[in-house]
């Protein structure tokens, strides 16, 4: 099993940054990809951002430009910087690891607001 735990969420305002953070133990060697994925109130969970063993990123549309993935595999840390942030990314936000199972973390809360 993949256990992952994330942090970094929060309020913030139009136009400012955040870092998500999502650290992965257990069986982290069996990892081929891991991302995030957002979701708000009544609509499906979306991938924002996922980066692959071999270091390949891909990103949805709406955050091209703005939010960047990136690991530490010797921290088996995943991280989503989020610049330039508008109110339509409020939402929570999984962290997502792939194996031959899908695991998910529980989500962190980010609102952006004035």
């Known amino acids: 099993q993949v256990q992952l735990v994330e942090s970094g969420g929060g309020l913030v305002q139009p136009g400012g940054s955040l870092r998500l953070s999502c650290a992965a133990s257990g069986r982290t060697f069996s990892i081929v990809a891991m991302g995030w994925y957002r979701q708000t109130p009544g609509n499906l969970r979306e991938l924002v951002a996922r980066?692959?063993?071999?270091?390949?990123?891909n990103y949805a549309d709406s955050v091209k430009g703005r939010f960047t993935i990136s690991r530490d595999n010797a921290k088996n840390t995943v991280y989503l910087q989020m610049n330039s942030l508008k109110p339509e990314d409020t939402a929570v936000y999984y962290c997502n690891a792939v194996t031959v199972y899908d695991y998910w973390g529980q989500g962190t809360q980010v609102t952006v607001s004035s």
């Open positions: 980066i692959t063993s071999g270091g390949s990123t």
